[in-house]
């Protein structure tokens, strides 16, 4: 079985943290008064454990499209169609390429989708699942918390959502980093997109937010809003993009 940890922010609050090999995204939980509350589903073994821990009620919310963030909504999961909890994904199944998105099988059983009741996505990440809800303006969920879907403008990835827990903690996925550059290319914002998301950070009530893939999780609102503002300043007016020499994280 695969180890996953969980990690607490609060009574409500807790995520599960990232890894580098495999690159995983950070998955957030919030627990509801009637469901479960992911943010991102990642694309570890570990997190495909803990996602089969979950009652099928649970509602999931992308970050974005990347596959880091989504895999397992794609990826199949045991413990279904016939199949018992303890038959599990091996580790030597996804090195040799046995399971991969889409459509595929693990000897002659067939792996399912992560069961989910609801899926909520940005613009550009509706093909993942068929039961996607696509978030084109703010939504708010009231379940014993409040939660509040939001679209981010992003340099990062298009189609971004943030999540807002009680107007306090704000889940960001990736969506404040840079978009990548390519081979030795430094990454890059989009001068419009970051103002604009200032502005929409800015705007927010939120105090605190989790940044995934980030050492530190848990960081001030007003820290990232002051890295993003430093990023906007080194800002050229013949360009529309902003070059950074070292990450943002």
Request: a negative charge.
């Given at each position: 079985?695969?180890?996953?940890?969980?990690?607490?922010?609060?009574?409500?609050?807790?995520?599960?943290?990232?890894?580098?090999?495999?690159?995983?995204?950070?998955?957030?939980?919030?627990?509801?008064?009637?469901?479960?509350?992911?943010?991102?589903?990642?694309?570890?073994?570990?997190?495909?454990?803990?996602?089969?821990?979950?009652?099928?009620?649970?509602?999931?919310?992308?970050?974005?499209?990347?596959?880091?963030?989504?895999?397992?909504?794609?990826?199949?999961?045991?413990?279904?169609?016939?199949?018992?909890?303890?038959?599990?994904?091996s580790s030597d199944a996804v090195s040799?390429?046995?399971?991969?998105?889409?459509?595929?099988?693990?000897?002659?059983?067939?792996?399912?989708?992560?069961?989910?009741?609801?899926?909520?996505?940005?613009?550009?990440?509706?093909?993942?699942?068929?039961?996607?809800?696509?978030?084109?303006?703010?939504?708010?969920?009231?379940?014993?918390?409040?939660?509040?879907?939001?679209?981010?403008?992003?340099?990062?990835?298009?189609g971004s959502l943030a999540l807002m827990?009680?107007?306090d903690f704000l889940f960001l996925g990736?969506?404040?980093?840079?978009?990548?550059?390519?081979?030795?290319?430094?990454?890059?914002?989009?001068?419009?997109?970051?103002?604009?998301?200032?502005?929409?950070?800015?705007?927010?009530?939120?105090?605190?937010?989790?940044?995934?893939?980030?050492?530190?999780?848990?960081?001030?609102?007003?820290?990232?809003?002051?890295?993003?503002?430093?990023?906007?300043?080194?800002?050229?007016?013949?360009?529309?993009?902003?070059?950074?020499?070292?990450?943002?994280?």
């Amino acid at each position: 079985m695969n180890k996953f940890e969980i990690k607490k922010i609060d009574d409500i609050i807790s995520y599960i943290p990232g890894t580098e090999h495999p690159l995983s995204s950070d998955i957030g939980i919030i627990k509801g008064a009637e469901r479960t509350y992911l943010f991102d589903v990642g694309s570890s073994l570990a997190a495909l454990d803990f996602l089969c821990t979950l009652p099928k009620n649970t509602v999931i919310i992308l970050s974005h499209f990347h596959y880091d963030h989504t895999r397992w909504l794609t990826g199949h999961c045991p413990g279904e169609d016939g199949m018992l909890p303890q038959e599990r994904i091996s580790s030597d199944a996804v090195s040799d390429g046995s399971i991969s998105s889409g459509s595929v099988s693990f000897g002659s059983i067939p792996y399912k989708p992560i069961p989910a009741e609801t899926v909520y996505t940005g613009s550009h990440v509706g093909h993942y699942t068929p039961k996607a809800t696509l978030v084109t303006g703010r939504i708010t969920i009231h379940d014993g918390v409040k939660l509040d879907i939001i679209p981010l403008r992003s340099s990062h990835a298009r189609g971004s959502l943030a999540l807002m827990v009680n107007d306090d903690f704000l889940f960001l996925g990736d969506a404040t980093y840079p978009c990548l550059g390519k081979e030795k290319e430094p990454d890059y914002y989009n001068v419009q997109l970051l103002k604009d998301q200032i502005e929409q950070l800015r705007s927010l009530p939120a105090t605190r937010c989790g940044l995934s893939h980030d050492r530190v999780f848990v960081r001030p609102m007003n820290v990232v809003l002051r890295q993003l503002e430093g990023a906007y300043n080194n800002r050229d007016p013949r360009s529309p993009y902003i070059k950074l020499t070292s990450p943002m994280q």
